[in-house]
């Protein structure tokens, strides 16, 4: 079976660090780009970042850029979002989910991770 | 950045209803457009790609339109099941941009 399933959320207090993991199974992991989006509370999907295959091209929404660092480890099919100086908005389930065919959505979704950043 | 506009944001059918939800883009995207269904407190998955191709496992009561800045998502015959979230999703330049969601509710 196809799986993706995120770990590492949790509370943080604002300023402070988290590492999310997604660990995939049931196909080829180092064959496909990898995407973070999140989801605030009551709100819609925004796309975070993505990761090429190799990890070594990553692109970052603005909002998180120079704060949030992904990253992958293909020998443990598994792909990390490193997240410093969290302020509260970032507060949000955080999804990763596979590429569609080079660029063209996401197919496979994880069951999402809550981040909560307060004081 | 794309900016994805979906409408309308809350739409309220019954079962067996045909049903379209509208997205446009503020510039050209091609056909580059997902769109996805979301159940509270689910995962979105994933509909529709390149505007019209149906992902594997879709019921064919789904189906995509469009292109450049115009785009529908229409449900032929609305069953219990699809009463949910839907979302645009451009890929046609980095960020990815989603639209703001439109709400499918039962009448």
């Known amino acids: 079976e196809v799986q993706l399933v995120e770990s590492g959320g949790g509370l943080v207090q604002p300023g402070g660090s988290l590492r999310l993991s997604c660990a995939a199974s049931g196909f080829t992991f180092s064959s496909y780009w990898m995407h973070w989006v999140r989801q605030a509370p009551g709100k819609g999907l925004v796309w975070v970042s993505r990761?090429?295959?190799?990890?070594?091209?990553?692109t970052y929404a603005d909002s998180v850029k120079d704060r949030f660092t992904i990253s992958r480890d293909n020998a443990k099919n598994t792909v990390y979002l490193q997240m410093n100086s969290l302020r509260a908005e970032d507060t949000a389930v955080f999804y990763c989910?596979?590429?569609?065919?080079?660029?063209?959505?996401?197919?496979?979704w994880g069951q999402g991770t809550t981040v909560t950043v307060s004081s | 950045d794309i900016q994805m506009t979906q409408s309308p944001s809350t739409l309220s059918a019954s079962v067996g209803d045909r049903v379209t939800i509208t997205c446009r883009a503020s510039?050209?995207?091609?056909?580059?457009l997902a769109w996805y269904q979301q159940k509270p407190g689910k995962a979105p998955n994933l509909l529709i790609y390149e505007a019209s191709s149906l992902e594997s496992g879709v019921p064919s009561r789904f189906s995509g339109s469009g292109s450049v800045t115009e785009f529908t998502l229409t449900i032929s015959s609305l069953q219990p099941d699809d009463f949910a979230t839907y979302y645009c999703?451009?890929?046609?330049?980095?960020?990815?941009?989603f639209g703001q969601g439109t709400k499918v509710e039962i009448k």
């Open positions: 990761i090429n295959t190799d990890g070594r091209t990553t």
């Open positions: 510039q050209s995207i091609s056909t580059w």
């Open positions: 989910a596979r590429d569609h065919l080079n660029g063209q959505g996401m197919d496979v």
């Open positions: 999703q451009q890929y046609n330049s980095y960020p990815w941009t």
